[in-house]
């Protein structure tokens, strides 16, 4: 989301509203660029249309009797997620670092009081790149709900989130992405994170796979055939995902210009060489390329290059988008392999995805920043291995601190309420046990 190369400086001026100095960038110095301005609320709007996106293809995956249930995940997301956001989560993921740094805080920024005439340096109000980052805070945990489809009670699914928001994400998000946070100092110009590769997609894909484990499998898998309810709604659902991620990635350039550019092809080419190779794979393996395989590639694809899109070329979002899209692929096979009950797939697509882009970014680097990245150095003396060594350690925070907190949230909810569902209302299915509704209009849904 904040790409490292030219967003700097706005967080060096977010770092001088510490404990909540008001004049954060004065409108009145710093005009509003209604270029900027517009591309970013059109971002805002493309991240937002996301969700039901993601509740789509989702949706179209689970058996007929938890479709609504499974929608109702990304849905809730929407409203706790926002709320949380403006009480607590932005102060904490980009106020100034308190206990040590483990997550911002800024009184400014609790229930978003003090920020009404803020403009950013970039000439964007700082209302408008609240809500963007909002939009992120949302669809992370809604991810996570693809690891535990049908099979988790839907009071017990609400806290989660809730919780795992403001002890997983905030903090995650506060390191990564805020200007003290001591990821985004890491080497010479920080871990490299563009969109959210860590912050997001191996967060979510971590907890979701810690998730699925805790919880166990649904009952009857894998020896009872669980089949997709309705393809077409999933890859409808997949459009929207690629055409709101334009506004995941293009939009997290904080601007209207060059990077834009670059972050938009970047994740063009990327979705559509990980889908071509995804069903290229099949046709080898399993002698049919199918529709939820291309789908699967597509948002393999997207994922990987989330972290990468304003900082490589677009042969690397190239070569990014098939490398992905193998590793996602192998990853699927493995859990099939294992047995273990990632029902659709959360840690394979979006935790393997993450940590590719994360880590194959450092060698398709484009020179202008290979050149910046060497002068910030206080030898002059970095390389991609220096990267990739900041990458790596990145990676394996991001891993373990989701893993871990998310083994505590499940274990200490777990102690309060029960989280799976119960035998009855998982063979009822979750339609009817959690929300008294049918997604479909028949008799008996199965």
């Given at each position: 989301m904040i790409m490292k190369t030219g967003m700097k400086r706005i967080f060096a001026i977010l770092l001088l509203s510490?404990?909540?100095?008001?004049?954060?960038?004065?409108?009145?110095?710093?005009?509003v660029d209604t270029g900027a301005t517009a591309w970013m609320l059109t971002s805002t709007a493309l991240v937002l249309l996301m969700v039901p996106g993601l509740a789509m293809f989702y949706g179209g995956l689970v058996r007929s009797k938890n479709v609504l249930g499974t929608i109702m995940h990304s849905f809730a997301a929407m409203g706790i997620i926002s709320v949380l956001w403006m009480v607590a989560g932005y102060s904490m993921s980009f106020g100034t670092n308190v206990l040590g740094g483990l997550f911002g805080w800024n009184k400014d920024y609790f229930l978003l009081?003090?920020?009404?005439?803020?403009?950013?340096?970039?000439?964007?109000?700082?209302?408008?790149?609240?809500?963007?980052?909002?939009k992120f805070a949302i669809i992370t945990p809604a991810l996570i709900a693809g690891a535990f489809a049908e099979r988790i009670s839907f009071k017990a699914y609400c806290f989660f989130i809730a919780l795992w928001s403001l002890f997983v994400y905030n903090?995650?998000?506060?390191?990564?992405?805020?200007?003290d946070g001591f990821l985004f100092n890491l080497g010479a110009k920080g871990a490299i994170d563009f969109a959210g590769g860590t912050v997001v997609h191996i967060s979510a894909g971590v907890s979701g796979l810690v998730a699925a484990i805790y919880l166990g499998s649904r009952r009857g898998y894998p020896y009872q055939v669980i089949r997709p309810n309705n393809l077409v709604i999933t890859m409808l659902g997949a459009g929207l995902l690629w055409v709101g991620w334009f506004g995941f990635n293009a939009g997290s350039s904080i601007s209207s210009g060059l990077s834009t550019a670059q972050a938009l092809t970047a994740t063009q080419i990327a979705a559509a060489s990980a889908a071509l190779t995804w069903i290229v794979i099949e046709g080898f393996h399993q002698g049919k390329?199918?529709?939820?395989?291309?789908?699967?590639?597509?948002?393999?694809?997207?994922?990987?290059?989330?972290?990468?899109?304003?900082?490589?070329?677009?042969?690397?979002?190239?070569?990014?988008?098939i490398f992905a899209s193998v590793l996602c692929y192998l990853a699927i096979q493995v859990k099939n392999r294992l047995g273990y009950d990632d029902s659709l797939d959360a840690f394979g697509i979006h935790g393997v995805g993450g940590m590719a882009g994360a880590l194959l970014l450092t060698f398709f680097i484009r020179p202008s920043w290979m050149a910046e990245a060497a002068g910030a150095s206080p030898t002059g003396s970095w390389t991609i291995w220096n990267q990739l060594g900041v990458q790596a350690l990145a990676v394996g925070v991001a891993v373990a601190y989701a893993a871990i907190m998310t083994l505590v949230l499940l274990y200490g909810l777990n102690k309060i309420m029960k989280i799976k569902s119960e035998e009855a209302d998982e063979m009822a299915?979750?339609?009817r046990s959690y929300h008294g509704e049918r997604g479909y209009g028949m008799v008996n849904p199965s």
């Amino acid at each position: 989301m904040i790409m490292k190369t030219g967003m700097k400086r706005i967080f060096a001026i977010l770092l001088l509203s510490v404990c909540g100095s008001s004049a954060l960038i004065a409108a009145e110095n710093t005009p509003v660029d209604t270029g900027a301005t517009a591309w970013m609320l059109t971002s805002t709007a493309l991240v937002l249309l996301m969700v039901p996106g993601l509740a789509m293809f989702y949706g179209g995956l689970v058996r007929s009797k938890n479709v609504l249930g499974t929608i109702m995940h990304s849905f809730a997301a929407m409203g706790i997620i926002s709320v949380l956001w403006m009480v607590a989560g932005y102060s904490m993921s980009f106020g100034t670092n308190v206990l040590g740094g483990l997550f911002g805080w800024n009184k400014d920024y609790f229930l978003l009081k003090g920020i009404d005439t803020n403009i950013l340096e970039s000439g964007v109000p700082e209302y408008v790149f609240t809500m963007f980052q909002g939009k992120f805070a949302i669809i992370t945990p809604a991810l996570i709900a693809g690891a535990f489809a049908e099979r988790i009670s839907f009071k017990a699914y609400c806290f989660f989130i809730a919780l795992w928001s403001l002890f997983v994400y905030n903090p995650l998000c506060h390191w990564v992405w805020a200007s003290d946070g001591f990821l985004f100092n890491l080497g010479a110009k920080g871990a490299i994170d563009f969109a959210g590769g860590t912050v997001v997609h191996i967060s979510a894909g971590v907890s979701g796979l810690v998730a699925a484990i805790y919880l166990g499998s649904r009952r009857g898998y894998p020896y009872q055939v669980i089949r997709p309810n309705n393809l077409v709604i999933t890859m409808l659902g997949a459009g929207l995902l690629w055409v709101g991620w334009f506004g995941f990635n293009a939009g997290s350039s904080i601007s209207s210009g060059l990077s834009t550019a670059q972050a938009l092809t970047a994740t063009q080419i990327a979705a559509a060489s990980a889908a071509l190779t995804w069903i290229v794979i099949e046709g080898f393996h399993q002698g049919k390329a199918t529709a939820l395989g291309f789908a699967s590639g597509i948002l393999a694809g997207l994922v990987a290059v989330t972290p990468a899109a304003g900082v490589v070329q677009p042969y690397g979002a190239l070569l990014i988008g098939i490398f992905a899209s193998v590793l996602c692929y192998l990853a699927i096979q493995v859990k099939n392999r294992l047995g273990y009950d990632d029902s659709l797939d959360a840690f394979g697509i979006h935790g393997v995805g993450g940590m590719a882009g994360a880590l194959l970014l450092t060698f398709f680097i484009r020179p202008s920043w290979m050149a910046e990245a060497a002068g910030a150095s206080p030898t002059g003396s970095w390389t991609i291995w220096n990267q990739l060594g900041v990458q790596a350690l990145a990676v394996g925070v991001a891993v373990a601190y989701a893993a871990i907190m998310t083994l505590v949230l499940l274990y200490g909810l777990n102690k309060i309420m029960k989280i799976k569902s119960e035998e009855a209302d998982e063979m009822a299915g979750l339609d009817r046990s959690y929300h008294g509704e049918r997604g479909y209009g028949m008799v008996n849904p199965s």
